[in-house]
């Protein structure tokens, strides 16, 4: 199997970031005897300041977490809430909300709330250590990758358009080149506040300055909003797959969709065959049409409006509409394009927990916002917001988006047994998948799960219509099975960065006495353990 790094293996405990100076912070965390909680606020604070345009604290969190000393999994909602004040008529005369720009911070920042509620419940070591690297880093800069330096550059116009983004993220009103320093003072400044004074200092003090600064330029969030948020402890959802139990955060979240993709494989016959057969990608791709036609009929905020889960994650549903599907390869689903910066951490330590975060701010740096107080860059989920009276994601105050954001663990013989996840939109569920059957139908190594050929179906940002896109590293006798099925599919270069850049662990366990984790090449990450 073609692989561009060894998998990693540890004894006493792994970390998969898709950054490199992430999983190095968190790894000393757990080296110092923290969780597997305290290892991942490290890395998403981290990650905070050195993926400016995947990750920040003025974005949105969900959180799987098993906790061995009790035997329970427990999933975090982080999913911020569109403003008290806000409403359909803020949009009058609108098809669609902006997705950049002030009206584009329609919804509170979940992320921070959510790092003190696993922190309180999971953590050990004092928060203050736990963003020290990440206020280090903001303070002194850090180096501009490649990959920022591209996106930076796609989005300058944006940022120009913001005085508190363009007097952060553009250089002589230019984007910063690779290897150049960037600098986010104002952003280690909150960091210290938050760790001196806990996570909600972020929404009692700094809220103050974000929401001044957004009333300065048209925005429509309050100091109430911030105020009375709060994220939630929520119960994962789950389905049976080849005898493995697999979860998902619930909605808003749309891991439902994950795991009615499993629901579809499991009724097809995937022995004998391997990971890269014709007859494997044409189940992949038409159990993600499926899937995402049901999904996108139900999936919001579950507050607001009565979602079948049961129902939707009942294996009879999958069986009885799975041979209509399997037999019309040309039916489509035509889905809303999403944004798809988003980055997922996977950790587990030595005392048995696991831990998978996901956080996001939805667009690429999100709605190219940025309190220059503060140094927040605000996230854009709320732009997802339907303004059609009678779509299920509609816009309500008070009301979560339907997100894309996921967070995946499989479960073998009562005991975690993969945490795996990925950057990505609409992706998120499909790669999400490819990891998983590629570890459990075909037995590959994280790594190897995760180098290994993807398909993406779907429509996204900037696409017209559907594509279906299969990496060039697959064999061209799949390219042409396809075709001849009737999938238009079109060949991406491997490794395509579109496809997600997914992070996975496979705990130790009976299976093994060693954790084995991995990284995306698609990304900057890296699997380290000790």
Request: proline share 6%; glycine share 10%.
């Amino acid at each position: 199997m073609r692989t561009t790094r060894p998998v990693s293996y540890a004894e006493n405990g792994m970390v998969a970031t898709a950054h490199y100076l992430a999983t190095g912070a968190a790894l000393d965390v757990l080296k110092e005897g923290g969780t597997a909680v305290d290892a991942a606020i490290c890395a998403a604070a981290t990650m905070s300041v050195v993926l400016p345009h995947m990750i920040g604290i003025g974005g949105d969190a969900f959180w799987m977490i098993h906790d061995a000393k009790s035997n329970t999994l427990t999933s975090l909602n982080g999913s911020g809430t569109c403003g008290k004040n806000i409403s359909l008529n803020d949009y009058q005369g609108l098809d669609a909300i902006p997705h950049r720009g002030p009206r584009a911070a329609i919804t509170v920042p979940g992320a921070v709330d959510s790092w003190g509620l696993a922190h309180a419940r999971f953590g050990t070591l004092p928060l203050s250590r736990l963003l020290e690297p990440a206020i280090r880093y903001a303070r002194e800069g850090v180096a501009v990758t490649q990959d920022i330096s591209r996106w930076i550059s796609d989005d300058a116009e944006v940022f120009r358009q913001d005085p508190g983004s363009a007097g952060i993220f553009l250089k002589n009103g230019n984007a910063y080149q690779p290897g150049e320093r960037l600098q986010q003072t104002a952003l280690a400044d909150t960091l210290e506040g938050i760790a001196k004074n806990g996570t909600r200092h972020f929404y009692e003090h700094t809220a103050h300055s974000i929401v001044n600064y957004l009333k300065s330029q048209g925005g429509l969030l309050t100091l109430d909003d911030f105020h009375q948020y709060h994220a939630k402890w929520v119960q994962p959802i789950s389905t049976t797959y080849r005898g493995f139990q697999a979860f998902q955060v619930p909605p808003p979240s749309q891991g439902i969709a994950g795991l009615m993709i499993l629901n579809f494989l499991n009724g097809i016959d995937l022995s004998g065959l391997d990971e890269n057969s014709p007859e494997y990608y044409n189940a992949m791709i038409q159990a993600i049409k499926w899937a995402f036609n049901k999904r996108d009929q139900y999936l919001t905020d579950p507050e607001f409006s009565d979602i079948p889960i049961d129902e939707l994650l009942d294996p009879k549903l999958a069986n009885a509409e799975r041979a209509e599907w399997l037999a019309d390869t040309k039916r489509t689903h035509e889905n809303r394009p999403g944004g798809s910066d988003t980055t997922f951490i996977s950790i587990a330590d030595k005392y048995g927990n696991a831990v998978g975060l996901v956080q996001s701010l939805y667009f690429d740096f999100g709605a190219c916002v940025t309190d220059p107080v503060s140094g927040v860059l605000m996230q854009n989920r709320g732009s997802f917001f339907s303004l059609q009276p009678d779509h299920p994601n509609v816009l309500k105050a008070g009301k979560q988006s339907a997100s894309t954001l996921m967070s995946g663990m499989l479960f073998k013989d009562g005991k975690p047994y993969l945490v795996y996840g990925t950057q990505g939109g609409e992706v998120q569920p499909q790669t999400q998948t490819l990891v998983a059957t590629r570890v459990v139908d075909f037995g590959l190594n994280v790594q190897q799960a995760i180098d290994a050929p993807r398909v993406l179906y779907g429509r996204s940002w900037g696409d017209t219509s559907n594509k279906l896109l299969l990496e060039s590293a697959a064999p061209d006798a799949a390219f042409d099975a396809l075709r001849e099925q009737g999938h238009p599919v079109e060949a991406a270069q491997w490794p395509f960065p579109r496809m997600g850049t997914a992070q996975a662990i496979r705990l130790r366990g009976p299976w093994s006495p060693f954790f084995e984790g991995g990284a995306d090449p698609r990304g900057e990450g890296i699997a380290l353990g000790f």
